[in-house]
T-cell receptor
Framework: GENVEQHPSTLSVQEGDSAVIKCTYS??????FPWYKQELGKGPQLIID?????GEKKDQRIAVTLNKTAKHFSLHITETQPEDSAVYFC?????????????FGAGTQVVVTP | AAGVIQSPRHLIKEKRETATLKCYPI?????VYWYQQGPGQDPQFLIS???????DKGSIPDRFSAQQFSDYHSELNMSSLELGDSALYFC?????????????FGPGTRLTVL
């Protein structure tokens, strides 16, 4: 089955700096890679996603890149703000025989200090 | 915009009791997924339904069962509860089985087994 690894597990950045989180996946059949932000006591919130036919996608301060050959994808947050502090999860949609089943990374605790 | 609704938000049970968690997907979403998230862990896929039929199964114990009803809401039934079942239970919904549709998560039900 699909296995997703995520690094780092914690990330502290100064307000205004950039944050980068990296994930690798194992199943070459995976074709959809969402990123979720989870605040304490809340459900994961989809913030951006990328599909396998696209190499990069950007939405304001957030961007995601995908390298299918190397089987890794990354989340980039620019001009970080204190409200960006949360746990971020990458995920991969498991191969074609698992409809809609998301395999999550272990999560990255991001702390943005003013 | 309407989001996924889960009830109850908090539930406290004794060992060996039963619990029923409910999920109401976003209107016009016909696919429902259940995930379990332990403390400090990533969400783990349990089971999913598409058009009232089970579409995929993950690491769901035999003590748990679930179904999707004609109005697309879903219920997760948990019997013979164990201390290890204490976790956040999330429901997510998407608009169809296609692997290219985003999953939107509800706020979760926090289950505590004493």
């Amino acid at each position: 089955g699909e296995n997703v690894e995520q690094h780092p597990s914690t990330l502290s950045v100064q307000e205004g700096d950039s944050a980068v989180i990296k994930c690798t996946y194992s199943d070459s059949a995976s074709n959809y890679f969402p990123w979720y932000k989870q605040e304490l006591g809340k459900g994961p919130q989809l913030i951006i996603d990328i599909r396998s036919n696209v190499g990069e996608k950007k939405d304001q301060r957030i961007a995601v890149t995908l390298n299918k050959t190397a089987k890794h994808f990354s989340l980039h947050i620019t001009e970080t703000q204190p409200e960006d502090s949360a746990v971020y999860f990458c995920a991969a949609l498991a191969g074609t025989d698992s409809w809609g089943k998301l395999q999550f990374g272990a999560g990255t605790q991001v702390v943005v200090t003013p | 915009a309407a989001g996924v609704i889960q009830s109850p938000r908090h539930l406290i049970k004794e060992k060996r009791e039963t619990a029923t968690l409910k999920c109401y997907p976003i209107p016009r979403h016909d696919t429902v997924y259940w995930y379990q998230q332990g403390p400090g862990q990533d969400p783990q896929f349990l089971i999913s339904f598409y058009e009232k039929m089970q579409s995929d199964k993950g690491s769901i114990p035999d003590r748990f069962s679930a179904q999707q009803f004609s109005d697309y809401h879903s219920e997760l039934n948990m019997s013979s509860l164990e201390l290890g079942d204490s976790a956040l239970y999330f429901c997510a919904s998407s608009s169809d089985r296609s692997s290219y549709n985003e999953q939107f998560f509800g706020p979760g039900t926090r289950l505590t087994v004493l």
